[in-house]
């Protein structure tokens, strides 16, 4: 990469760098294929550190099937097996789908729950990036030109701590994602994590809504026994709707995306602690 400069771009599964040049959106001399790195399909889980490690040439289906995926990540297990179709999930690879950046993407989204870290090799050395940074925008990572991102690092949550994922979406791609991890103290929220993408321009975590979340008790919120638990979801469902920042776009407008983050917060709330939502309960 560092011989070749701008006319060179990495290849790992070219699910998205072939279709852009072929639809000529993008032009490059020099194609280096990742794949033939020793090492690069790496995926090791570290018992001792409690950390997954995921190679750039780790597909979709692998981490899909992985059985210590699923026995130590079963919420990124179940999220990859949801990504694209069967025939993306063969080849593509969830490092090739961060460095892309297309903002209607999964994992971007379900690591923020984790904290996980990006580990970038370029010319001048290694750096470590934490991952809600890497994606900066659409199409738009922090990476410098010749960068290369050699691994992902995800932390286990503790095993007190309840986690969801779920997408919504009409196309191919999601049209919304959002993710909550809590940690209950008899029945409250003492910690809660908030993670929304593919609504905006890039995905989010939701400090501001986590914190207001903190001290409510579930039951309340979920059963909604009094309105008033209906009404902190419903801000609570503001404030992510809000930090998303939704776009008018092929998924939907603006309003729309905010009453998915709305409805959807619920719904994955009730998902992690293993309730129903008490929307769908009248609903039925
Ligand atoms: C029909 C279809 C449906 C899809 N549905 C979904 C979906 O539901 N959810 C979802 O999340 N995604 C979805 N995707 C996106 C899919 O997950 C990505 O296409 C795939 O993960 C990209 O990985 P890749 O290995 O093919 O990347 P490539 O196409 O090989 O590379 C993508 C870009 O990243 C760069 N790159 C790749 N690896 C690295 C690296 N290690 N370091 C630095 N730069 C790198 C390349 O140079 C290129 O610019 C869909 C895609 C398709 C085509």
Redesign the pocket.
Known sequence: MGQHGDDA???????????AMKEGLLRYEHLVN?KTVPGSDRLEYDGFARELHIG?AVT?RALEHSPEVAAQFPLIAAAEA????VR?RN???????L??A?P????STFLLLYDARAEVQGTNGFRTIAIDQLVQGPYETC?EDG????SVSVPQLGPEIKAAYQ?FGYH???TLGLGVAVRLENGSIAEARIAVGSVGPKPVRVPEAEDFLVGKNVNDLLGHASQAGASVLDEAGQMAAQAAQPIDDLHGATDYKEHLVRVFLERVLAKAVGAEPASQRSAA
């Open positions: 771009a990495l290849y790992a599964g070219g699910t998205e760098l072939l279709l990742l750039p979709h949801n990504v694209a179709n993306v080849v593509g690879t969830l490092c090739g789908n460095c892309f297309e209607h993407s999964d994992p990476l960068e290369m991102l050699t997408k191919q791609r999601p």
